[in-house]
């Protein structure tokens, strides 16, 4: 008997959302553009964070081996683009007027010198050891040091300053050294090439699996989960405008009066609308696989990780209704429940990394974030997609989206029965 009801009231809701065709192609089309036209503008921005390449100016004057090595070192890493056709001044003019974020500069003899420098400390030393050396270099007073110049635009942030001086120090010393040991190698006379030793200590990189993705997402990972997340929330304004029409219709002193419980009522409003988001969520999906490489952006890859996104979408979907619920049971006009749930709806989009993501917020957002819904569901995306988690990965997120859901149910009854009470 009470699965009867519950198809009855699913039944109702299906008919409802019927008289309604505008809202429903709004719901479903209105996410669809969004997703297009946001991935487009900020996919840039995206590969900037990835490491897409930098332009930057070099200036070499000293045209010998040490800047040969800094600017095959500096071309062949994957952050900087070198712009060479400019001198100091014009270098200097250009990054101080923002043009470009930063100028490097290779004075003259820097070879030269660092190769008499380092020939003179090594006729030092081996003469120390009463070793055979040539008296006339150890005497040679040594080259004052070189200074390699660095213009940064004044609005460069810290971090990169430092990253860059630190490679190009790191740069300067691993050439110092190479020479170091070749200048030892020709004064002692031996054979082993100590040129060609390698590192004792070196990095390696270790992703969670082999073939993983990034933990950084492209415009395309980021913005499918937000903008899916965003239209599943935004089924907040037409599930409280039904409920507030149903107050306003009688409908709901009908139901009042029935020997059906309101849960009754709220879980066939549940179903219905989570059907909705999977469709919304499926739509969303599509557009990523099927219409992004058509606009010269990257794929959403859903392979293997499809029923754990179907879980995150079905809580992440609860979440919402429960809101909704609360919204249309509280408001008592539509006046008051439409402008109330979009207004909502964006400012939990904001705050939870939907619009902007959450690692590019201030550290105090960022703690703000953690409060938005959309923020557990965007995390438990998240968790699939970059770091390939399962069910038991994204616990703590479905948890606090399901009880979310019941909160805001339990408030629902609570308030409803309150008002019937009285």
């Not at 965003?230 to 009908?254: C, D, M, W, Y």
Request: aromatic share 12%; net charge neutral; with cysteine.
């Amino acid at each position: 008997m009470l699965l009867y009801k519950l198809w009855r009231s699913f039944v109702k809701e299906i008919l409802l959302l019927k008289r309604d065709i505008g809202g429903i192609v709004i719901i479903f089309v209105m996410p669809l553009l969004l997703i297009v036209t946001i991935t487009l503008i900020q996919d840039s921005t995206f590969k900037n964070l990835e490491g897409s390449k930098i332009p930057i100016i070099f200036i070499d004057n000293d045209k010998s081996e040490v800047s040969k090595n800094i600017k095959q070192e500096l071309e062949s890493s994957k952050t900087f683009q070198l712009l060479t056709n400019y001198n100091e001044k014009s270098a200097q003019d250009a990054v101080f007027s923002g043009d470009y974020q930063m100028a490097i500069v290779i004075p003259e003899n820097l070879t030269k010198d660092l190769n008499s420098n380092i020939d003179s400390k090594v006729q030092t030393i081996v003469s120390s050891f009463g070793l055979d050396g040539d008296s006339a270099k150890v005497k040679k007073e040594a080259p004052k040091a070189k200074e390699i110049h660095l213009y940064f635009d004044p609005a460069t942030n810290a971090g990169f300053k430092n990253s860059v001086m630190n490679s190009v120090n790191k740069m300067v010393f691993e050439i110092e050294n190479k020479k170091i040991y070749k200048a030892f190698q020709d004064q002692l006379g031996t054979e082993e090439n100590l040129e060609e030793n390698k590192n004792l200590i070196s990095f390696k990189e270790i992703t969670p699996k082999k073939g993983a993705m990034d933990v950084m997402p492209n415009s395309v990972q980021h913005n499918v989960p937000a903008w899916t997340l965003f239209a599943i929330f935004f089924i907040v304004v037409p599930l409280s405008i039904n409920l507030v029409k149903e107050k306003s219709q009688g409908t709901s002193v009908r139901a009042r009066i029935s020997p059906t419980p309101y849960f009754v009522h709220i879980l066939g409003k549940t179903f219905t609308y989570l059907i909705i988001c999977i469709i919304q969520f499926l739509l969303m999906v599509a557009v990523g696989i099927y219409l992004f490489p058509y606009m010269d952006l990257p794929a959403f890859d859903v392979s293997g990780k499809m029923f754990q996104l179907i879980v995150v979408t079905l809580f992440s979907g609860l979440a919402a209704i429960g809101f909704g619920v609360l919204l249309g049971t509280i408001a008592d006009t539509q006046e008051q429940s439409a402008p109330f749930g979009a207004t909502s709806v964006v400012v939990l989009a904001a705050i939870g990394g939907i619009w902007v993501p959450v690692f590019l917020m201030p550290e105090f957002m960022q703690t703000v974030a953690k409060f938005s819904p959309m923020n557990w569901g965007l995390n438990a995306y998240y968790d699939i997609i970059l770091r390939n988690s399962g069910i038991a990965g994204i616990a703590k997120e479905l948890a606090l989206l399901f009880a979310f859901y019941i909160a805001m149910v339990s408030i629902s009854i609570f308030y409803e029965r309150k008002q019937n009470a009285v």
